[in-house]
């Protein structure tokens, strides 16, 4: 496996130009944030390096319970039993 890195990471996210690509978390819902230059309060997700690393780290590829979203909206506990 690689290094237990942000780049390696299944919730490492990059968008942006390809000359400047911005790398974001998204282990966790983004958050509001209140920039003057936006005229008001947007959302964003915390903006990483590729060679960061924290403690959450899962591999890209890798099944986690967060991916199932279990029964969908408005259906009855009878189907599931």
Known sequence: MDELTCENCKYFVTSGALYSPINRCHRY?????????????????????????????????????ADDSGPSVGARSDQFS
């Open 29 to 65: 819902p983004p958050y509001l944030v209140d920039w003057e230059f936006h005229n008001g309060i947007t959302v964003d997700w915390p903006v990483v390096a590729p060679d960061a690393w924290c403690g959450e780290f899962v591999e890209k590829g890798t099944y986690t319970l």
